[in-house]
T-cell receptor, first 116, second 116 residues
Framework: AQKVTQAQTEISVVEKEDVTLDCVYE???????LFWYKQPPSGELVFLIR??????QNEISGRYSWNFQKSTSSFNFTITASQVVDSAVYFC?????????????FGTGTRLLVSP | DVKVTQSSRYLVKRTGEKVFLECVQD?????MFWYRQDPGLGLRLIYF???????EKGDIPEGYSVSREKKERFSLILESASTNQTSMYLC???????????????FGPGTRLTVL
């Protein structure tokens, strides 16, 4: 079975702090994809990143960075110098051969509150 | 840009009413999905469709049905709404890729349904 665990229910930081959102996954597939989505208060899920299981290179996009480690089955997300606009719920998700690749299994989300 | 729209942002219905939630995407995507989002549970898949008139049950299909008469439109139907169906409903679509690969799911803004 596939499973995504986001153990942090809510994180509160002050602006300009760095913050890391944890994501741990379980799958028996050898080929799978990992995703991060952001859900601002408006409600729409905004795609942030997709990473396949063969690409363990870390990625940086502006203030966002992702650390993929197959050895620990983790795909953590770091926001550097957080801003109030980063306040949202963040979801980690997984798709694999077992679920036909097209279907996503989501974690329960981490609510990030950034105060000025 | 991919555009996924949902017919209503907020909806209030009474127990026993038949409820239609509509979703339209403008990118000619083959696959479409309906999720419900509840606090502490993340997003759970209700139904998905991989082609016109084709559908498959997700993880929580009980109490729901779907309709896909046209490629761009995917409807979620609550035959007889109940209070435990009060939730946020999110629609998504994705391009059908080849075997062993996946693209990114794009989400609509969500419909917050309250059943009284």
């Amino acid at each position: 079975a596939q499973k995504v665990t986001q153990a942090q229910t809510e994180i509160s930081v002050v602006e300009k702090e760095d913050v890391t959102l944890d994501c741990v996954y379980e799958t028996r597939d050898t080929t799978y994809y990992l995703f991060w989505y952001k859900q601002p208060p408006s409600g729409e899920l905004v795609f942030l990143i997709r990473r396949n299981s063969f690409d363990e290179q870390n990625e940086i996009s502006g203030r966002y960075s992702w650390n993929f480690q197959k050895s620990t089955s983790s795909f953590n997300f770091t926001i550097t110098a957080s801003q109030v606009v980063d306040s949202a719920v963040y979801f980690c998700a997984l798709s694999g051969m077992n679920t036909g690749f097209q279907k996503l299994v989501f974690g329960t989300g981490t609510r990030l509150l950034v105060s000025p | 840009d991919v555009k996924v729209t949902q017919s209503s942002r907020y909806l209030v219905k009474r127990t026993g009413e038949k409820v239609f939630l509509e979703c339209v995407q403008d990118m000619d995507h083959e696959n479409m999905f309906w999720y419900r989002q509840d606090p502490g549970l993340g997003l759970r898949l209700i139904y998905f469709s991989y082609d016109v008139k084709m559908k498959e049950k997700g993880d929580i299909p009980e109490g729901y049905s779907v309709s896909r008469e046209k490629k761009e439109r995917f409807s979620l139907i609550l035959e007889s709404a109940s209070t435990n169906q009060t939730s946020m409903y999110l629609c998504a679509s994705i391009f059908q890729t080849g075997q062993g690969r996946t693209d990114t799911q794009y989400f609509g803004p969500g419909t917050r349904l309250t059943v009284l």
